[in-house]
C-alpha cells in the first residue's frame, strides 16, 4: 500500500505528516491487500486567521473502487484522527460488500425442473 502525504501552509508539518502516517498504516493495515494507494492532502483554508478551517482529504485507490473523504475542523491532529476512523470503518464495509458478492457470484445456479 503506497501512502502519499501533502501538507500545504501548515506549521509543523513533518510532523503532521507523520502522525497522518501512523494513523492511516494503523487503519488501513489489515486492508493492505486490497488498498493501491492512499493519498492524504492536509491544508489550511483560512491560513493564520484561525478557527475550523484545517482540511484533511482522503482519496483511497482500491483496486476496483475510489473512496474520497474530508473533515474539517479546529486542531489538524483531531481532524486527522476523526477521518482515519471514519476510513477504517468505510472500508471495512466496502470490503465486506464485494465479500457479500463474490459470496452471491459463488452461489451454483438454482436447477429448476422442467416438466416431461
Given at each position: 500500500?503506497?501512502?502519499?502525504?501533502?501538507?500545504?501552509?501548515?506549521?509543523?508539518?513533518?510532523?503532521?505528516?507523520?502522525?497522518?502516517?501512523?494513523?492511516?498504516?494503523?487503519?488501513?493495515?489489515?486492508?493492505?491487500?486490497?488498498?493501491?494507494?492512499?493519498?492524504?492532502?492536509?491544508?489550511?483554508?483560512?491560513?493564520?486567521?484561525g478557527?475550523?478551517?484545517?482540511?484533511?482529504?482522503?482519496v483511497?485507490?482500491?483496486?476496483?473502487?475510489?473512496?474520497?473523504?474530508?473533515?474539517?475542523?479546529?486542531?489538524?491532529?483531531?481532524?486527522?484522527?476523526?477521518l482515519?476512523?471514519?476510513?477504517?470503518?468505510n472500508?471495512?464495509?466496502?470490503?465486506?460488500?464485494?465479500?457479500?458478492?463474490?459470496?452471491?457470484?459463488?452461489?451454483?445456479?438454482?436447477?429448476?425442473?422442467?416438466?416431461?
Open positions: 500500500m503506497e501512502v502519499q502525504i501533502k501538507a500545504r501552509g501548515l506549521p509543523a508539518a513533518k510532523t503532521l505528516r507523520n502522525h497522518a502516517s501512523r494513523r492511516i498504516r494503523t487503519a488501513l493495515g489489515r486492508f493492505g491487500h486490497a488498498v493501491q494507494s492512499v493519498t492524504v492532502r492536509l491544508s489550511d483554508i483560512n491560513g493564520p486567521r478557527g475550523a478551517d484545517k482540511l484533511c482529504r482522503i483511497i485507490q482500491m483496486k476496483n473502487r475510489s473512496i474520497v473523504m474530508e473533515e474539517l475542523g479546529d486542531d489538524m491532529r483531531r481532524v486527522i484522527d476523526r482515519t476512523e471514519r476510513v477504517q470503518y472500508v471495512a464495509r466496502q470490503m465486506d460488500k464485494i465479500a457479500r458478492v463474490n459470496r452471491q457470484l459463488m452461489q451454483p445456479p438454482e436447477l429448476i425442473p422442467i416438466p416431461i
